[in-house]
């Protein structure tokens, strides 16, 4: 095994412990600050920058594109853009019927958060704890180690679902429907993950993904 895969299996069973007491957490406000110290959180074992913005402009090329990135947000405008998509947290309200809504707007806030790429490492993470704390806090149950099974499948659902007008958000609302209604959906919408169901993103195999390291792209 090479250092960097050593190292990748230390950070691994580091930040799953970490990520198992942050589950145990309870936030009463979910907003820029609360995003941070989750990653903080999560992360402090690592990185002294643990819970600090991105400061550097970066590209990570996915085979899910056919070798695109995805379009980050540029450094400087990552506070205000994440500022500007937790208000839309604050309209979330749970009602006994709109799960279904519930779902398809946590997923978009998600993916939102996500494409700002707010931390220089370790965004799939935060933001899954993130959503999962979150949409406990709204009153639902979540099946949180679904994301964890399906770690491959879950980022290359996020790169997809963070192409502007391109984006594809079946993927990502696939298993935040799994993962948050669960029993709730009905027979023709549930399917068993035995079954595939999380096996492609579009054409591409989830099992042939390979994480590929971020690039440093000079701002413009």
């Excluded at 095994?1 to 589950?23: H, Q």
């Amino acid at each position: 095994m090479s250092l960097r895969d050593l190292l990748s299996s230390a950070e691994a069973d580091i930040t799953n412990l970490s990520m198992i007491a942050v589950y145990n957490q309870s936030y009463k406000v979910f907003d820029t600050k609360t995003l941070q110290d989750i990653h903080s959180n999560i992360f402090g074992q690592i990185y002294d920058w643990a819970g600090e913005f991105r400061t550097i402009q970066i590209a990570k090329y996915e085979d899910v594109l056919g070798g695109d990135t995805v379009r980050y947000t540029f450094p400087k405008q990552i506070k205000k853009e994440l500022d500007a998509v937790m208000k839309e947290i604050k309209k979330l309200e749970r009602t006994g019927s709109n799960g279904k809504d519930m779902v398809f707007r946590l997923e978009r806030i998600i993916a939102a958060i996500w494409q700002m790429h707010p931390f220089r490492e370790g965004n799939t993470r935060t933001c899954i704890v993130f959503a999962v704390l979150l949409t406990k806090h709204l009153g639902f149950e979540v099946d949180h180690e679904l994301f964890k099974i399906h770690s491959a499948y879950v980022r290359n659902a996020l790169v997809w679902a963070s192409q502007g007008i391109y984006s594809k958000h079946e993927y990502l609302e696939q298993i935040f429907a799994d993962a948050i209604l669960g029993d709730n959906l009905n027979n023709e919408e549930a399917a068993p993950a035995s079954a595939g169901r999380y096996d492609h993103i579009g054409e591409f195999k989830v099992k042939d993904y390979v994480e590929r390291p971020h690039v440093h792209v000079k701002d413009k």
